[in-house]
């Protein structure tokens, strides 16, 4: 296996250089004392290992990893430092080991050990098999579609792995100022901490992308990011592209239209406290309330109570304090000839929004109450 040794100081390539020579399992193929040369070499050559310091000018050793896994994104990386205080850190970055400095021969053969069974691995791997039809869901809660049979949540290490995931997907595509991330992620710890752990969850994600087998890459540039997934489509994306597509409402796209709602599991992120995606929350429950009163009032008008009112339950469900639902449900009910229900949905409506909202149903919805069991005297 071939590595290469970065680090800006000489003795210390140096004294790594003779410990692998010595211990023999591993070709030096290059070393320096700058991330840059390393990176000009890689760009270049291939190489298995990189044997990394963490801290060094210009580049440091953690944003040099992000563009030594753009070039290799199978490349090992063992990080090299003097400060013991990185030494966890660093092997939460998803690095293949960490190496304190001075490094000792028996601990470097310890490492030189997991790179060779980590090599005979990979040789041997045949591959695993990739997703048909790659699909994030994000109504109700993050998930791997390929995965919700068998209750598919994302692994994650940490959650703020997870909600940098999240944000990505939210943004996919757009390239996202590194100080954006850590605000958003981490706004009240100290700015050498949040890059660290900026790094570290970036790593982990780069890990779940992979171990999913799918097209997919977190690219690095000018202390930005950005998630490029083009085999990745999301359920909001279809979601909304679907019922865009299938307005106005016909015949020959009515399942079409109502397989698109039941897309919508249940409010975006509802399940993750993630402040930020609050906005897109509320634009896309009112797109989904539009479109079920749109589904559900062209099935009534086709005279398919029944149908129209499974979506209006649904649609209930997900937004109880809907005046205009409760309005439909009663129609539909009226129609079916089941004034219980009318009236039981009525009674269970105006409690609800009373208990927890402190108001009485619409006049609308009152007036349109009592002209339905009018109809029934």
């Known amino acids: 296996m071939k590595a290469i040794l970065i680090d800006d100081e000489k003795p210390a390539l140096l ?3 003779r410990l692998l020579n010595h211990d023999g399992r591993i070709e030096v193929a290059g070393k320096y004392t700058s991330a840059r040369e390393g990176l000009e070499h890689l760009s270049a050559n291939k190489a298995d290992i990189v044997f990394l310091d963490i801290e060094m000018p210009e580049m440091n050793g953690l944003e040099a990893a992000e563009y030594i896994r753009q070039l290799d994104r199978d490349v090992r990386i063992v990080y090299t430092t ?3 205080e990185y030494a966890i850190e660093a092997f939460e970055l998803n690095a293949l ?11 470097l053969s ?18 695993s098999a990739k997703p048909d039809n790659p699909m994030v869901l994000c109504f109700k809660r993050l998930m791997l579609a390929d995965l919700a049979e068998s209750g598919g949540k994302l692994r994650w290490r940490t959650m703020k792995a997870q909600e940098l995931f999240a944000f990505l997907i939210h943004h ?13 992620l981490w706004p009240e710890t100290e700015p050498d901490k949040a890059v660290t ?10 890990k779940v992308l992979k171990d999913w087998g799918v097209e997919a890459a ?47 599991r249940g409010d975006y992120l509802e399940e993750h406290d993630f402040g930020w995606a609050e906005p897109r929350r509320r634009e896309l429950l009112q797109q989904y309330v539009e479109a079920a009163q749109n589904y559900a009032e062209y099935e009534m008008s086709r005279g398919n109570d029944p149908r129209a009112l499974r979506c209006l339950i649904a649609l209930q469900e997900k937004d109880p304090y809907s005046d205009a639902a409760c309005r439909l449900i009663m129609q539909a009910y009226a129609r079916m000839g089941d004034f ?4 039981a949905s009525y009674e269970a409506f105006a409690y609800v929004i009373r208990k927890e909202l402190g108001v009485d149903p619409e006049p609308k919805t009152k007036r349109l109450y009592e002209r339905l069991l009018d109809t029934l005297e």
């Not at 752990?197 to 780069?206: D, E, G």
């Open 110 to 127: 310890k490492t030189v050990e997991r790179v060779s069974d980590i090599g005979r691995h990979h040789a041997g791997r045949t591959g």
């Open 340 to 343: 219980g229900a009318l009236k």
């Open 82 to 84: 003097a400060y013991s």
């Open 172 to 184: 996919k595509g757009l390239w996202l100022d590194r100080e954006l991330l850590i605000d958003t």
């Open 218 to 264: 977190i690219e690095y540039a000018q202390e930005s990011y950005r998630l490029l997934a083009q085999g990745i489509v999301t359920d909001v994306e279809r979601f909304e592209r679907e019922i865009g597509a299938c307005s106005p409402i016909q015949e020959q796209n009515r399942d079409r239209y109502e397989r698109a709602l039941e897309l919508y």
């Open 97 to 107: 080991d960490y190496l304190l400095k001075p490094i000792h021969p028996d601990r």
């Open 197 to 206: 752990y900026l790094h570290t969850s970036i790593s982990q994600v780069r």
């Open 15 to 17: 004294h790594l250089e």
